[in-house]
């Protein structure tokens, strides 16, 4: 089996998960209220705007930026059927993150959470989410440079007072 036909069945797999399923009902029941709708139409354009302004310059105007968020909150706070799609939209990120570290590892091999460049406090937790995308069969483990961490901007040590 090629590795196009994996990928259509990884896809397939992905659609029916509660968390694609969910944000799909609720893009339906937004598009089903035509105050929702508009108003999310509104929310669309602007992201599109601000996607393309990326796409073409690379950075995104702070203004911009935060002005499509200011959008999103205000948005949320009037609408219950858009603050219902933005949660579910959560979820649906967090399994595709999931499942692109998933393939990234069975590519390059399996990090240890004392090789990633993240605060001591959260490397527990990282190790418990690697063990689990690494299976019972055990990876390669990776194997990390430190020419790779190279221009990481990596988040205060919150153990340390500056």
Known sequence: ???IDKARELGEALSQTPEIQALKAAET???ADPLSQEAFGQYQEKERGLVTTQMLSKVIPEK??????DLKIRLMNKYPLIKAYFVEQQKYEKLM???NLTLTTSMHGMPSANDLPI???LKGMAQQ???KIGGAGGMEKMQISPEMLKGL???LDITHKQ
């Open 1 to 3: 089996m090629s590795y």
């Open 29 to 31: 029941a937004i598009m």
């Open 64 to 69: 911009e930026s935060l002005a499509l968020l």
């Open 97 to 99: 993150a999931m499942v």
């Open 119 to 121: 605060p001591e406090e």
């Open 129 to 131: 989410i690697l063990d």
């Open 153 to 155: 901007k990596l988040p």
